[in-house]
Structure formats: structure tokens, C-alpha cells
T-cell receptor
Framework: DTGVSQNPRHKITKRGQNVTFRCDPI?????LYWYRQTLGQGPEFLTY????????KSRLLSDRFSAERPKGSFSTLEIQRTEQGDSAMYLC?????????????FGPGTRLTVL | DAKTTQPNSMESNEEEPVHLPCNHSTISGTDYIHWYRQLPSQGPEYVIH???SNVNNRMASLAIAEDRKSSTLILHRATLRDAAVYYCIQSGYALNFGKGTSLLVTP
């Protein structure tokens, strides 16, 4: 399977714990995006990388959220000191920029439940 | 944030064409119009995109108004598998999804 993969698919944690999610993009894609989706809403953009450079992070929800893409391949999203309001689906997408736009391919998401 | 307007929901009969409208009155000259859909419990799936001209692919057609302030996604023959939330997005690198249109397809 050459699509975007995300691990774990589900994560249940207790309030105050740290969690880390991984995203493996399509291999030749140079851009990687993170989104969050809460129930009944469309996905909400968080951050994105072009290769290993994080080009936009002002939309990360708080300083408890951070993301890395150390070698321009896989990426991790970490949430520190989780809160119940962090419960959501976290989606990763990758793309290859061609011309003036790119088509994003999404993974299946990681569903986080904070108890 | 760039914002589009779509009906909350639409309904179609199976094997009938479906026209999903979208208004994007604040679109700039360099913004593309993207359509994605999301089936239950899945990540969004790319459907089609365009800039000025109408576009066709194996999934759908995209008709863009001459002033680019609106567009219509056309599914030529709806199937039960097309039941999903359809998002019209003007972008940008970051996709601003909004709430989309929930399409119900009935047999």
C-alpha cells in the first residue's frame, strides 16, 4: 500500500499525559500537513512542512502542540499535558507540489480520546 | 480565512446526476477551487480541482462560473458509495474545509 499511513489509529489517554502520533507520507511527496477534526466539523489545519522545514505553525492550537519532520520523511505530532478538549481525530496529508497548487492525500487519521 | 458557502445537505436518487453548488465570492485570482469528500470514518479524499476552466476526471466534473465566484461539482450518476460530506475549498496551501454538504443517496 503506497498511501499515507498513520499510527496509532486509536489512542486513549488520561488527562495530563503526553501523546505522540506518527505519519508516514507517500514516499515522493515533499509536503506534509497536519489537521484536526472534531465531531460534526470539517478538518482544521494545524501545520505543514515542506521537506524538513516547518513553514507554518501559527495555527497550532497551543504551545502544548508541536510537530517535527526530522529528515523530511515521516512526521510526528506531539501533544503535551493532554486535556479533554484535545479529543478529536488527527489527520495527516501529504502532497507533491506541481505548478501552482498541490493535491493532498489524507491518511485514515488517529482518533484521540482523553479521559 | 478564505470561506466558501455550501448547502448543509442534499439528497439524490441512485443513478441520477447530482449538482453540488458552492459560492466563493471572495476568491482571489490565484486561488484554486478544490473539492474533497469524506466518507464516514475515513480521511478526506480528493475529488477534483480547477482554476478557471471546467474540469473533468473519472470521478466528477467541475463547472466554474465565468466570474469564478461560484462553482458546481457534478456527479454524473450517483451511487450509494457517493454518500459522503463534500467540501468545496478555495485555497491556499492550507485547506479550509468548512462544514461541507452532506450528500444522501437513496436507492
Amino acid at each position: 500500500d503506497t498511501g499515507v499511513s498513520q499510527n496509532p489509529r486509536h489512542k486513549i489517554t488520561k488527562r495530563g499525559q503526553n501523546v505522540t502520533f506518527r505519519c508516514d507520507p507517500i514516499s515522493e511527496h515533499n509536503r506534509l500537513y497536519w489537521y484536526r477534526q472534531t465531531l460534526g466539523q470539517g478538518p482544521e489545519f494545524l501545520t505543514y512542512f515542506q521537506n524538513e522545514a516547518q513553514l507554518e505553525k501559527s495555527r497550532l492550537l497551543s504551545d502544548r502542540f508541536s510537530a517535527e519532520r526530522p529528515k523530511g520523511s515521516f512526521s510526528t505530532l506531539e501533544i503535551q499535558r493532554t486535556e479533554q478538549g484535545d479529543s478529536a481525530m488527527y489527520l495527516c496529508a501529504s502532497s507533491l507540489v506541481v505548478g501552482g497548487t498541490d493535491t493532498q492525500y489524507f491518511g485514515p487519521g488517529t482518533r484521540l480520546t482523553v479521559l | 480565512d478564505a470561506k466558501t458557502t455550501q448547502p448543509n445537505s442534499m439528497e439524490s436518487n441512485e443513478e441520477e446526476p447530482v449538482h453540488l453548488p458552492c459560492n466563493h465570492s471572495t476568491i482571489s485570482g490565484t486561488d484554486y477551487i478544490h473539492w474533497y469528500r469524506q466518507l464516514p470514518s475515513q480521511g478526506p479524499e480528493y475529488v477534483i480541482h480547477g482554476l478557471t476552466s471546467n474540469v473533468n476526471n473519472r470521478m466528477a466534473s467541475l463547472a466554474i462560473a465565468e466570474d469564478r465566484k461560484s462553482s458546481t461539482l457534478i456527479l454524473h450518476r450517483a451511487t450509494l458509495r457517493d454518500a459522503a460530506v463534500y467540501y468545496c475549498i478555495q485555497s491556499g496551501y492550507a485547506l479550509n474545509f468548512g462544514k461541507g454538504t452532506s450528500l444522501l443517496v437513496t436507492p
